[in-house]
């Protein structure tokens, strides 16, 4: 089953231009008014998420090499069970590829559902001929950038978890367990130490004006987003991320795998060095790099090598522009940037695991720091008032 649209006269036009393309109609019913309003056509659908490409890219790989044509290949990938952004893009294609269009223009009317790269390998795919190599090629890029973001998102989930249980305790005390003391402290006239009254203070913050609190984490959560947009924000954001402690090393690692991975990945497909600089530009995320990249292609296209923009940049260690110019002193660019990227891969899995095993104790020893201030906050006045029966 192949659901889509057409522009006819009338119904007896799109019945026979469907029978012309080898379908059978079914059901054919106008384009109804709601459908052309703005938004609605996508209400309900959302991107295509990377697990989702990944899938297809496998099946269309396993069609193509089975010798299906490629128009089939994409009306199978349609009718199965896929989610409604990927299934409306797939009929779309399905569509356009039919009505002459190539693969590559008609995925590249879709940017919000398939990234650059995609596209652009697909190109080269197309002209050289080997569609069915680039896919699988893609689909094993997409896996590997999968993995290195699960294994870094469970890494992050165990010190998540303690810092989110500790805020629960804190709150829980200072909520339901401090207001209960307030009146034996004030009925006991007892000078309180300064541990015992910041405590109040935040007590008494949290029971009475937790909406404030609210309002002030939404707003500044807003100022942040909004101060992210701006290039200046996002640059000096993105520049302190390299370098917080811990976690910087590890994320520069990791940006400097996906650069060699994405990059390798499109030369070794056959995409001139200049395009594949400017694709491997947009995908990475952080623009410290983006705009590293973007000198870099700059001076390849004034004659310059590769590795001479690398190194100026300074974001890139030593072993990766020796690899990098070894490579293009060889003319085994793509090879050597294959080797970056399997070099990096068993690192970034060591640093996760000394990321994790740093970060256990140091949360613990926090979490442990922040009872202790308040049990010995609670526990000074009664030490107090007990001083004073005494007497």
Do not use: C
Not at 54 to 59: D, P, Q, T
Not at 174 to 193: D, M
């Amino acid at each position: 089953m192949v659901v889509g649209m057409l522009e006819a006269d009338d119904e007896r036009a799109v019945a026979t231009s469907l029978t012309q393309q080898g379908f059978h109609p079914v059901r054919i019913r106008p384009q109804s008014s709601f459908d052309q309003l703005p938004g609605l056509a996508n209400f309900g659908t959302k991107r295509v998420d990377r697990q989702e490409l990944l899938l297809l890219l496998r099946e269309l790989t396993s069609l193509l090499r089975a010798g299906i044509p490629l128009t089939t290949s994409l009306e199978s990938a349609a009718g199965q069970n896929r989610s409604p952004a990927l299934r409306k893009a797939l009929t779309d294609i399905t569509r356009r590829v039919n009505s002459g269009a190539s693969f590559s223009d008609a995925v590249s009317s879709h940017p919000q559902d398939f990234p650059e790269l995609f596209i652009s390998m697909i190109r080269v795919g197309e002209t050289a001929g080997i569609l069915d190599q680039v896919l699988e090629r893609l689909a094993q890029l997409g896996t590997q950038e999968l993995e290195t973001r699960s294994r870094v998102r469970s890494a992050l989930i165990y010190p998540l978890t303690l810092v989110s249980f500790a805020f629960l305790v804190v709150s829980g005390l200072l909520v339901g367990v401090l207001p209960k003391f307030v009146g034996i402290f004030e009925a006991s006239q007892v000078k309180l130490p300064w541990p015992t009254r910041l405590l109040l203070f935040l007590s008494g913050l949290m029971t009475h004006y937790w909406w404030l609190l609210l309002i002030s984490f939404f707003v500044f959560g807003w100022l942040f987003r909004a101060y992210y947009a701006t290039p200046s924000g996002r640059w000096q954001l993105d520049q302190w991320t390299l370098y917080i402690p811990i976690v910087g090393p590890l994320y520069r690692k990791v940006m400097v795998a996906q650069i060699a991975r994405t990059l390798g990945s499109m030369l070794r497909t056959g995409v001139p060095l200049l395009e594949a600089l400017g694709v491997t530009e947009k995908t990475v995320s952080n623009v410290v790099y983006q705009r590293a990249l973007q000198r870099t292609r700059t001076a390849v296209a004034e004659g310059k090598s590769l590795s001479e923009p690398l190194t100026a940049s300074g974001l890139f260690p030593h072993l990766v522009l020796q690899l990098v110019s070894v490579g293009e002193r060889s003319g085994q660019l793509d090879t050597m940037l294959g080797e970056v990227s399997a070099f990096y891969e068993p690192e970034i899995e060591l640093s996760i695991r000394n990321l994790t095993t740093l970060l256990e104790p140091i949360l613990l020893m926090g979490m442990g720091l922040v009872v202790g201030f308040i049990a010995l906050s609670v526990l000074l006045p009664i030490f107090q008032l007990i001083h004073v029966f005494k007497k």
